[in-house]
């Protein structure tokens, strides 16, 4: 079935009441889920030493809510198309907040990964479902590049807020209390969502086919595990395994969305050069910057010795410039070109990167500061833009489908991002010299010298740790060099992806006469 927009002069010029006080709400919401990302980094060691779990249970805990929340968006967002984005947000927030209490009171590994498994359920909820209100709430272009910037840089802010406010609760009170930040902010949330949210669906949707949930969860979990994996213990059989079953799913999914009357995800959304372009353009990005901000605390915290809320204020720049260029991206992307403003926000980023290479142990944060304030400015005006195009390439029905799309390549890109040039840093870092009897674990990890460095002589443990910062500074820096190539070499692909490729106008901006008919991809007519 084809469709077509009403002309700017009927469709485009209704502007919602209340749509600004309903953004405050669905900012709430991306914020608390940023912030919820980036404080398990910093607890981790307290948790580590409270629940006492094997290598195997700490690597669960950490990477169990991106596994569930990579398989479950497109499902979700899908879910949100058919019984209300409104509906399904503010069931997940509620969810989220009871199952945070889980989180922060569980008693062993085991009841600890369940927790954080149920959280990545609540939490593939909430991202697309926000955004896909937004297309919903916002029928003016312009407008809509607006509020696609302050989600973007409330978005920002969570992840620099994230670290600040993990590292004051950690430094004052006991790791549980990490995730209980959670609950006033959502009963905030659900009691204002009630009132100002809108409902929005799509109105004759077709089943939500099961069977496409079970494929798209096992595909992308698979095929994520195995990446992990691979990068961590090379090509052994789990690995493999799990690669090819995570294959096999996602083929069989892409398959079965051609025949359903009724796809979980329209396929045809991908022919739209833009569409597309956008969503590779973020999938790079991330895959080029996971490495870096992975590593980047380690770094602050291990190798120049910073307390946790002082490393969390050191990264401020970074979201400062994301947020800075993300509530004007719309308008200078309409003054110049989407190509020119992705393309140069990206080579921005990459030449950050590379100017990151020449980080040492006692490098000055003069030098890192102006990197991150760079990767800020480019990623800020790089996201928001592709984040208006992947909106505006689709008719409102499908605009959750569309918005988990965007967030499944952005858990993609972190994955693969985080296995490829995480692996590069543990390589490096790995095979440093260490005097006769370094215990093994101080090879496995920077964290792991430090604990195997306080059971050993002064002199030994000396010896050690600098044998052992010097080794992850080389890791780093050849990390940060590779990340470089990808997104200088993302930043050439955007400019012939994105060719053409223009923001609508508001159609007080467009002469009555020259108004055209704006075709996104499938759907119904709206």
């Given at each position: 079935m084809t469709s077509t927009l009403q002309p700017a002069s009927v469709a485009e010029v209704e502007k919602r009441p209340g749509r600004w006080p309903a953004l405050c709400v669905l900012v709430l919401a991306v914020l608390l889920v940023a912030v919820d990302a980036?404080?398990?980094?910093?607890?981790?060691?307290?948790?580590?030493?409270?629940?006492?779990?094997?290598?195997?249970?700490?690597?669960?805990?950490?990477?169990?809510?991106?596994?569930?929340?990579?398989?479950?968006?497109?499902?979700?967002?899908?879910?949100?198309?058919?019984?209300?984005?409104?509906?399904?947000?503010?069931?997940?927030?509620?969810?989220?907040?009871?199952?945070?209490?889980?989180?922060?009171?569980?008693?062993?590994?085991?009841?600890?990964?369940?927790?954080?498994?149920?959280?990545?359920?609540?939490?593939?909820?909430?991202?697309?479902?926000?955004?896909?209100?937004?297309?919903?709430?916002?029928?003016?272009?312009?407008?809509?590049?607006?509020?696609?910037?302050?989600?973007?840089?409330?978005?920002?802010?969570?992840?620099?807020?994230?670290?600040?406010?993990?590292?004051?609760?950690?430094?004052?009170?006991?790791?549980?209390?990490?995730?209980?930040?959670?609950?006033?902010?959502?009963?905030?949330?659900?009691?204002?969502?009630?009132?100002?949210?809108?409902?929005?669906?799509?109105?004759?949707?077709?089943?939500?086919?099961?069977?496409?949930?079970?494929?798209?969860?096992?595909?992308?979990?698979?095929?994520?595990?195995?990446?992990?994996?691979?990068?961590?213990?090379?090509?052994?059989?789990?690995?493999?395994?799990?690669?090819?079953?995570?294959?096999?799913?996602?083929?069989?999914?892409?398959?079965?969305?051609?025949?359903?009357?009724?796809?979980?995800?329209?396929?045809?959304?991908?022919?739209?050069?833009?569409?597309?372009?956008?969503?590779?353009?973020?999938?790079?990005?991330?895959?080029?910057?996971?490495?870096?901000?992975?590593?980047?605390?380690?770094?602050?915290?291990?190798?120049?010795?910073?307390?946790?809320?002082?490393?969390?204020l050191a990264e401020l720049p970074a979201a400062i410039g994301a947020v800075a260029a993300g509530l004007i991206a719309g308008t200078v992307a309409r003054r110049f070109s989407v190509r020119a403003v992705v393309t140069g926000g990206l080579a921005a980023v990459g030449l950050a990167l590379a100017a990151l290479t020449l980080l040492s142990r006692s490098t000055g944060y003069p030098l890192l500061g102006a990197a991150l304030l760079v990767v800020g400015i480019g990623a800020g005006f790089s996201f928001t833009v592709t984040a208006d195009v992947i909106l505006s390439s689709v008719p409102k029905e499908q605009a959750g489908s569309a918005s988990a799309v965007s967030e499944t390549a952005y858990e993609l890109g972190a994955a693969l991002g985080i296995a490829l040039l995480g692996s590069i840093v543990t390589s490096v870092y790995a095979g440093f010299t260490g005097r006769a009897g370094t215990p093994a674990e101080a090879h496995e990890s920077l964290g792991g010298a430090v604990e195997s460095a306080a059971g050993l002589p002064a002199d030994t443990a000396a010896a050690l740790m600098d044998s052992a910062?010097?080794?992850?500074?080389?890791?780093?820096?050849?990390?940060?060099?590779?990340?470089?190539?990808?997104l200088l070499g993302t930043a050439v692909a955007a400019w012939f992806l994105l060719r053409g490729q223009q923001l609508e106008e508001s159609a007080a901006d467009v002469p009555k006469t020259d108004r055209p008919t704006a075709q996104p991809v499938g759907g119904s007519r709206l």
């Open positions: 980036t404080v398990l980094g910093l607890a981790t060691p307290y948790i580590s030493e409270d629940l006492k779990p094997s290598g195997t249970q700490l690597l669960w805990i950490g990477d169990v809510y991106s596994f569930v929340i990579a398989g479950l968006l497109v499902s979700m967002g899908s879910l949100g198309d058919r019984i209300g984005r409104k509906k399904l947000l503010l069931i997940g927030a509620t969810a989220f907040g009871a199952i945070s209490v889980l989180n922060a009171y569980a008693t062993t590994p085991e009841l600890m990964i369940l927790a954080r498994a149920l959280l990545g359920v609540a939490g593939a909820t909430l991202m697309p479902a926000t955004l896909a209100l937004i297309r919903n709430l916002f029928h003016d272009p312009r407008e809509r590049s607006l509020a696609v910037g302050i989600w973007g840089a409330a978005a920002s802010a969570g992840t620099a807020v994230g670290p600040v406010v993990g590292g004051f609760l950690l430094e004052h009170f006991w790791w549980g209390s990490v995730f209980l930040i959670n609950l006033p902010v959502m009963a905030v949330l659900v009691l204002v969502g009630v009132k100002l949210l809108p409902e929005s669906r799509t109105p004759s949707p077709g089943p939500w086919d099961l069977t496409s949930v079970g494929l798209s969860l096992i595909g992308v979990i698979g095929v994520v595990y195995a990446v992990k994996e691979a990068a961590t213990h090379g090509f052994e059989w789990p690995a493999v395994t799990a690669g090819l079953l995570g294959a096999g799913a996602l083929y069989w999914f892409v398959r079965r969305q051609l025949t359903l009357s009724s796809p979980l995800l329209d396929m045809r959304l991908f022919r739209h050069r833009g569409f597309s372009g956008a969503v590779l353009a973020d999938l790079f990005t991330i895959l080029g910057l996971s490495g870096l901000v992975f590593f980047l605390s380690q770094y602050l915290q291990l190798v120049q010795g910073r307390g946790p809320l002082e490393a969390g910062r010097t080794a992850f500074v080389d890791g780093l820096t050849l990390a940060a060099g590779a990340g470089a190539v990808v």
